[in-house]
């Protein structure tokens, strides 16, 4: 049986000349910002062009593009080896090549039997997994794909996944304590992307998922009595984020002289929020503050025990149609998850 399977991420841009573009199309999105259309067209280019020297200057560190789509292409290789020859895999990006449209004509002329639409978030937000698939489904009509589907919503406490980034974090952990000196306190700062107030009071299970991946993560390390603490970056908007910051806690542990060694733990690939925000900026300013050791652990990029984690997802998905958390035919999960966010949002 022909299975295609469509991972689905942000996207970012791919050279200077498309990062405008790329933030107006993100800004524009309803998901992200909740105003009628007109205010949002208005909106999306004034907000765009308020940050626009900032975010030109950052990914210019990173040779002026993403390296966003390069990491899920690696993965979606990746995960075509582990699931074998009757699987192939594409991606669809949201505000950047390739889009939807572009994907589910590709998907199209593939002419699978049957299609898992598998989001790179572990964690369920309408701003991300919510907005892919209610796009994908629009792409999908355009293009006349109409295949028996499957959406695995969210897997922020699969224990293969909690499994595969509690390995990584063991590592960084050991790799940090080997140059501090003997006694010195490390914190764990599981850093998460962040959201407006607004979005979480609406419903949005993001938070509360962030909370149980990790839950789960803590309960599988070596040392599970370390210190730790969930904070939120990447604040893009002038609303009220949740809080505290990840800026506030890297403050907080200057304060208090203690290492921290952050955990990215929305992020599953490498790209601007990591590699320029979490390298670069963030550890400036723990320097400016005092902090006596600043450590960042990977995101699982192709990290083999991630993939296997996709894998199982992906099969248990198309199985059975319940994993963790998965639906067929837009039919809400079993009753394996509790406030499942697909019958709120994404149906
Ligand atoms: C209101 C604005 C934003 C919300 C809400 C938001 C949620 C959100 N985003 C990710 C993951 C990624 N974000 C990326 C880039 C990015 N995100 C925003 C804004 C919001 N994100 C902006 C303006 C940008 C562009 C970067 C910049 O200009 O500074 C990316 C890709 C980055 C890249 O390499 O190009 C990812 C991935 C999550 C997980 C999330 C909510 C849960
Ligand atoms: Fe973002
Ligand atoms: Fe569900």
């Known amino acids: 049986m022909k299975t295609a399977i469509v991972l689905f991420n942000l996207g970012g841009p791919d050279g200077p000349d498309s990062i405008k573009k790329f933030r107006v199309n993100l800004f524009s999105d309803k998901a992200i910002i909740r105003a009628p259309i007109f205010i ?14 900032a975010a030109e200057k950052n990914y210019a560190l990173m040779g002026g593009k993403s390296p966003l789509l390069a990491a899920t292409q690696a993965q979606a290789d990746a995960l075509q080896t582990a699931l074998g020859e009757d699987t192939k895999t594409f991606i669809a990006m949201r ?15 593939y002419d699978p039997d049957r299609i898992l639409l598998l989001p790179l978030y572990p964690q369920f937000s309408t701003t991300t997994t919510g907005s892919s698939l209610n796009n994908w489904h629009e792409a999908a009509a355009q293009a006349g794909l109409i295949k028996p589907t499957t959406t695995l919503c969210c897997y922020f406490d ?6 595969a980034i509690a390995a990584l974090v063991d590592d960084a952990s050991a790799r940090a304590k080997a140059t501090l000196p003997p006694g010195a306190r490390l914190r764990l700062l599981f850093s998460a992307h962040g959201l407006p107030e607004s979005i979480i009071a609406r419903g949005d299970p993001y938070q509360s998922q962030i909370e149980a991946s ?24 002038p609303q009220k984020w949740i809080s505290p910051s990840t800026v506030e806690a890297i403050e907080q542990a200057g304060a208090d002289k203690t290492a921290v060694l952050v955990i990215p733990i929305a992020f599953v690939s490498d790209h601007i929020e990591t590699l320029v925000e979490l390298d670069i900026e963030n550890r400036e300013l723990a320097a400016h503050c005092g902090v006596p050791g600043y450590f960042r652990a990977p995101v699982p990029n192709s990290d083999p025990a991630f993939i296997t984690a996709l894998a199982g997802l992906a099969r248990r998905a198309l199985e059975h149609g319940n994993g963790l958390c998965s639906h067929q035919g837009g039919r809400a999960c079993a009753a394996t998850h509790k406030n499942c966010p697909w019958t709120k949002y994404a149906a």
């Open 158 to 163: 699969d224990p293969a996944y909690a499994d």
């Open 95 to 109: 505000y950047w090549h390739p889009f939807a449209l572009e994907t589910a004509r590709a998907v199209k002329a």
């Open 40 to 53: 949002r067209f208005w909106l999306a280019r004034l907000i765009a062009r308020s940050s626009a020297k």
């Open 214 to 237: 990790v839950a789960a993560v803590m309960s599988r390390l070596k040392d599970r009595e370390v210190e730790h603490l969930i904070c939120y970056q990447s604040r893009a908007t």
